[in-house]
């Protein structure tokens, strides 16, 4: 009974080779989105394309996808080129991963709480001077 137990669990955690690069992720993570086409891809619904090493084979790219893939566990990285951000934000789209706000919100929200924390700590400053 056990070792079914960790059979199954061993099979919701894949191994992915996206673009050359190579992965491991809890399916549940890569079902995260239902509607996603990684939701999709992961569902169990539709074989899956193996390389010889019997990892999952997606052919994308494999440096963005990291990206996707801390998002899909609940961290976000924001690339520092704008480039780049462009190119994970059409990745995030190809793959139908709703991001919560667009790149260049996110950047502008954190750049304005930064800025109300600045002047806030020169408003204390000022303050007791």
């Known amino acids: 009974m056990e070792d079914h137990k960790a059979e199954e669990e061993l099979l919701d955690i894949l191994r992915l080779n996206v673009g050359g690069c190579i992965y491991t992720a809890r399916r549940e993570s890569l079902c995260r ?8 891809m992961f569902s169990g ?10 990892a999952c084979v997606i ?12 998002y899909l566990h ?9 480039q780049t951000r462009v190119s994970l ?5 190809y793959f139908g991963i709703p991001y919560p706000y667009s790149l260049s919100d ?7 709480t930064y800025s109300l924390r600045s002047n ?10």
Do not use: C, W
């Open 33 to 40: 989105f239902k509607d996603s086409m990684l939701a999709s």
């Open 45 to 54: 619904r539709f074989p899956l394309k193996k390389d010889e090493s019997g």
């Open 59 to 70: 052919d994308r790219d494999g440096h963005l996808f990291k990206y996707l893939l801390d």
């Open 74 to 82: 609940g961290e976000v990285h924001i690339p520092t080129d704008e």
């Open 89 to 93: 934000q059409e990745e995030a789209d």
């Open 106 to 112: 996110h950047l502008a929200n954190e750049m304005e």
């Open 120 to 129: 806030i700590e020169l408003k204390k400053v000022l303050a007791f001077s």
